[in-house]
Every structure is written in C-alpha cells, then in structure tokens.
C-alpha cells in the first residue's frame, strides 16, 4: 500500500557519512540535512506513513512518542510547505506565521496552485495560523504570482552572477564622464600603427591568445605575468587582446569588444591577467569554479579553498617550492564525471603581507614588479616554479583543507566532517555555469565521498607546511632560493 | 544609511527581493524597534524606503499612514524611490500621486528616480531606459512640498551615452532647486 505522502520527483537525498545531502531542482538549492532529518527522508523513501516514521523516529533516538510526533511532524510541515513533499496530513505541525507562508507561496509553484484551487485546504497544509488564514484568503492570486515571478527573476540574474551580461554592458562601459571604452577605442585604433609593436601568444585551458602590445614598456610590464603560459606561436584559433593606449590611459580590447580600461602602466598586467582568466574560463565547460588554490602531491590534487586573506596563495606558493606541484591560485575548475580539478595555473598574486613570509622561499620575491589591481590593492605576479600542473589534464582531488591564518593561535589542522566541507566548499563556489540537475548533484556528493577534509588554522609557514605533509605524505622538498630548481625564465 | 521596507529572509529562505509586510500594529511595532536598532548600531539617521511589489497585503492601514507613523515614532525618515511607486502603483491599481499625498512632507529626506518599463504582462522595475513622465511628475510633486537632501538618478545597464544622463542630471537638477540645500547625482 503506498503512503499518502508523497516525495517531490525533483527532489533527492545523498548520504555523506551520517547526514544527507539533499537536493531540490526546482528550487536550485542544496541543503545538510542533520542525522535526524536524514533519518525522515529516508523513511518517505520507504514509503512509511506519518505513524510509523513517528514510531521509527522514537525508537532510533530514544524520545517519547509525543516529542518524537511533535520532531516529525514540525519536519515534515516545513518540507510540505517548501514543495518538497505533498500529502502528509500534519494537524499537529505548530502553525507558522505570514511571512514565512509567503516565502512558500512564492517559491513553490504548486502551492500556489493550491491555494487557487482549494485555499482554506492550502492554508491547513501550509499550516498558516488561524488568525492569518482570512488574510491569506484576501490575497490578489494574480499579483502572488507576479511577485513570485519577479522573484524568480531576481534569483536566477544573482544565480547566473555578474559575468553574465550582455554585449550591450561592453559597448556601455564608461572610460571616463563623457566617452565610452567603445569611442575611445575606436578613436585610438584610428591612430595606432596597423602592425602592433610586439605580439606575445599564450594558452590557458582550452583557449590560445595572442596579446599585441602598442609599447615595448607595455609588453615588459604585462608579459612577466604570464611568461609561463607562452606558446611557441600562433594557434590556428587565437583570441586576440589588443592594448591600446592614448591620453588618459589604456583600452582593452578582444577581438573587436573593448573589455576594459585603466589609467595607470601599473595597472596593465592585473587587467589583462584578469581578461586572460575570464575570458579562458567563458570558453571552457565545467561543472563549478570554486575560490580555492590548488596544489599536487604526485597527480593527487589539495584544494585550498578561501576567501582573500585568508593565506590560501601564500601557502600554495609555499608548498610549490617544498615538494608540490602549483595548480591554481584562486581558480579550482571542477569538471568532468568523476569530479576532477583542472588547474588555472595563473601566477601566484603575492600581496604586501606576503612579501616577507615567501622571501625565504622566493628570495626574487621582493624584487618582482608592483601591480595596481583594480580595486585598489598592490601585487606581485610570482611566476610559478617549474613544473606546475598541466592546465590540459585534470587530477583527483585527494584532500581538501580550508586555511585560515591565525597568528595568535598554534598551527593545527583538524579533521572536518565532510557534509561541513561540501557547506563551506560551496560558500566558495565563483560560478555555476549550468544550473544543478540530479546527476550533478550526485557526483557532486560522490566527489565528496572520495576526499579527506581539514580546516588548518595557521601561525607560520614551516609549521603549516610540516601539518600538511604529514596528511598527505608528500616529502617535502628543502626551500630553494634563486638558484634552486624551477627558477622561472624571466622573458 | 537606508533600508527597504519589506523582508527578504524567512527562517526557511533568503528571498533576494524584499517582499511586502502587513500593514497592522503588530507589524509596524516590530519595524519601529528593527529600525531603532539600526541606527543605535549604525549611529546614522536611518532613511526607509519603499519597495516596488505587485502584492499588498491586506491590512489596518494604508502603507503611507505605516510609512508616517513608522517615521514618526522610531525617529527615522524616508526615502522614497519613486520608479518603486510607479510601478506598485501600477501593478496594484493605486493612483501613487494620492499615495504621495498622504505622506507627511516632513518625513521625506531623499528620493530616487529610475526607469521602468513593461515586459510581456508585468511592469518591470528594471533601472533601465529614461525616467518616464510620471516619475518626474512624483518627482515634481515631492519637491513642492519635502525640503529633500538628496536626488539620485538609478540607472542599472546598459547606461546610455554620457549625453542623455547628463541632461536627466540638468533636468533634476532645475527640478530640485526649487527647493532649499536640494543637490543632484548621478549613479551608474
């Protein structure tokens, strides 16, 4: 005999260690789900009724059968009430005030479709309170779903995030008050010597592009920054980045699209360093671009994810100088079914606090030239040591550690509980080009399954570098200096 | 510093849009103190602003009367986004000249002006295109009675030639002199 209540066919539960992992696609939203309510779903899947998922529950985490009804019950009303079951008759849920009754309405299609069909039924499975049921009757059904729909709208242009506009947004961009990067292009190119002065070519995963420089000075200033990605020549499909330069400042252009100004020769290199990622990731497939560096033990891959400051890249330049291989800095690309990370292996952004602490690694360091970022903060680009990850393969992830400078505390890395990791891994996460289905939910959850996860609280770097090796086994190489191996080829 | 009026989280979910409250006492005695706390935390006057919303929930009040007595008994003052108005105004069926009446003059500090338009059959609260006759008439209307210190001209992507923002800019500026200490901006 089937159960009244019945699972949402979008949703799904994956268990990672002793919680689960659910996922609803038409919401687009994962969720950690905590052992109780990890034992719930599991029961709807068996297809249990409301009492004995009640008798179940109290028997497995020893309540009383009325606290065990009241658990249940105030689980599954919220579930109901966000679409992701229907049926579960949940008379004793504790009712739920106005606000959130709107949220529900407005994220979920079908109980707004309830709400048309039968709205005194809906208020009493929404378990809206009673004093609010008459206003929730008094609802304009037409503008509840306008509302719904600007939502809906809101929350897909944050979803598909800042990168996605249009051509219209290039062609508007301000160079200053009265004209546009596309006039002041125009202008210049009118002006510029056909042939450039000097054209440098560069592959970054799957994307080859030829850099032409107006300047011998422009091309010493940007080309250090990315020496190490240089080709042998000219690709059969190249994206051209052109700098032009004029009273006022530089223009970026790509192909025929301005994409970017700046003012100052120091800011060069950070603005076309940062074309070369975004463009070289637009073109690419892949699953999710999470903030993490990244570093090899062998072909098995560390991922350090984190947001700015958090020492992440000053550690990744660290250990590539102590026995691993540099993957990325800022940029883990998760691709590919399993879930492998390709490395973006830009140089290493070495910011004024991290000078001292690699200069016992990178003696060059304080010698390499300043970088005016565009919001503001000052950069080295640290070429990475030789070898470094190869950007046309990808590599298992084997651990995953979240750093965290903390100079007041003792160094220690502590194990973290997986369905935490894949929490704050997705806080980091830059880009979701597709939107989640099932099956990348799944191996997202398998990708998991696979990897040891730490947090790594750091004090300096010698001790952080010790904690490290002795997770991951990787002999660690004595520091070298200038002289040692991998001295990159200044060109 | 300034916030909507309106909620954007639930205990179940972020919302990403602020949604309408409920226009009754119990309501508006959570915002007051919500609103006191800001500007003890903030140490900043706090100025409130209207939401655009296709919804209104039914309630004891009209939302100018919950924007007065808000301002009255917290302390904080207004700022009202005009293109918001027209929109609601619109998508509700409310005349936003008579709601603009009802506000207390007093109560208003700021106001914001923007394009909207019409997608398919909803009205769109975009921050695209020209500000539309309607929006300069609110814009004219509060003018005449609010001593306004601030005028900001709302304009998402894709911005237009540097020509068409400047004249909007020229156009506020003339309306705003009409009233004292009144300055006019542009924002991108």
Redo the contacts between chains.
């Keep these: 005999v089937r159960a009244a209540i019945r699972i949402a066919e979008d949703a799904a539960l994956f268990v990672l260690d002793d919680e689960g992992v659910f996922f609803s696609e038409s919401r687009q939203e994962l969720h950690i789900f905590n052992t109780p309510a990890t034992f719930i779903w599991c029961c709807l899947e068996e297809q249990l009724g409301l009492p004995a998922i009640v008798a179940a529950f109290a028997e497995t985490f020893r309540t009383e059968p009325h606290e065990a009804r009241h658990q249940v019950s105030t689980v599954l009303a919220r579930w109901q009430g966000l679409g992701h079951i229907s049926g579960a008759d949940l008379s004793g849920a504790p009712a739920v005030d106005l606000p959130t009754t709107l949220g529900r309405l407005l994220t979920t299609p079908g109980l707004r479709r309830e709400l048309r069909q039968a709205p005194l039924e809906a208020a009493r499975r929404l378990g809206v309170r009673r004093e609010e049921v008459e206003t929730l009757r008094g609802l304009d059904l037409e503008a509840l779903e306008r509302q719904a729909e600007m939502l809906a709208d809101r929350q897909a242009t944050l979803r598909r995030g800042a990168g996605a506009s249009g051509i219209e947004h290039l062609l508007a961009r301000m160079f200053d008050r009265r004209r546009t990067e596309l006039e002041v292009a125009a202008a210049w190119r009118l002006r510029a010597p056909r042939a450039p002065v000097a054209v440098r070519h560069y592959r970054l995963l799957s994307t080859a592009f030829a850099v032409r420089f107006a300047s011998l000075a422009d091309e010493a200033r940007v080309h250090p920054a990315l020496a190490h990605l240089e080709t042998d020549g000219p690709a059969s499909r190249e994206v051209v980045l052109e700098l032009l330069a004029g009273r006022g400042g530089y223009v970026l252009v790509e192909d025929v699209v301005p994409v970017g100004h700046c003012r100052r020769p120091a800011e060069l290199a950070p603005l076309v360093k940062l074309r070369v990622r975004q463009t070289a990731l637009n073109r690419h497939r892949y699953f999710l671009d999470i903030h993490a560096a990244v570093v090899l033990a062998g072909d098995r891959a560390l991922l350090l994810p984190g947001v700015a400051g958090s020492g992440k890249s000053t550690l990744a330049a660290a250990l590539a100088r102590t026995g691993f291989r540099y993957g990325s800095d800022e940029a883990a690309v998760l691709e590919g079914n399993p879930l492998e990370v390709r490395p973006v292996p830009l140089s290493l952004c070495v910011k004024p606090g991290a000078v001292a602490p690699l200069s016992a690694y990178y003696p060059e360091v304080g010698r390499l030239s300043v970088h005016r970022r565009e919001d503001g903060q000052e950069v080295r680009y640290l070429p990475p040591p030789r070898p470094f990850a190869d950007d046309q393969q990808t590599y298992s992830v084997r651990w995953i550690v979240f750093p965290r400078y903390a100079p007041e505390e003792p160094t220690a890395l502590t194990p973290l509980p997986r369905p935490e990791a894949l929490r704050r891994l997705m806080r980091e996460c830059l880009t979701l080009p597709e939107p989640l289905d099932r099956g990348r939910a799944e191996s997202l959850v398998g990708f998991m399954r696979e990897v040891e996860c730490f947090e790594l609280s750091m004090r300096t770097l010698p001790e952080t570098l010790a904690c490290l090796e002795k997770v991951t086994g990787a002999p660690l190489a004595p520091r070298r200096g200038n002289r040692g191996r991998g001295r990159e080829k200044q060109v | 510093v300034s916030e909507h009026l309106g ?1 954007t989280r ?4 972020e ?3 602020p ?1 309408p ?2 226009r009754a006492d119990d309501a508006l005695a959570v915002l007051v103190e919500h609103a006191r706390q800001i500007m003890v935390h903030c140490d900043r006057p706090l100025l409130v602003q209207n939401i ?7 309630g004891t009040m009209s939302e100018p009367a919950l924007l007065n007595r808000l301002c009255a008994e917290a302390g904080c003052r207004l700022l009202l986004d005009l293109a918001s108005l027209a929109v609601s105004g619109l ?2 069926g409310f005349d936003a000249q008579a709601w603009l009446a009802e506000v207390e003059p007093r109560h208003v500090a700021a106001i914001r002006l923007a394009g909207y338009r019409r997608l398919g ?2 009205w ?1 609260d975009g921050r695209v295109g020209p500000i539309p006759d309607d929006v300069w008439a609110l814009a004219g209307a509060v003018v005449q009675r609010s001593p306004i210190q601030a005028a900001v001209i709302d304009r998402d ?6 020509s068409l923002l400047e004249a909007e800019v020229r156009r506020l500026r003339a309306l705003v002199g009409l009233a004292p200490a009144a300055t006019a901006g542009a924002r ?1």
């Design positions: 909620f639930t205990p179940e979910m919302l990403a849009l949604c409250i409920q655009t919303s296709h919804l209104s929930l039914p998508a509700q059959d909803r769109h992507d894709p911005l237009p030639h540097p991108g």
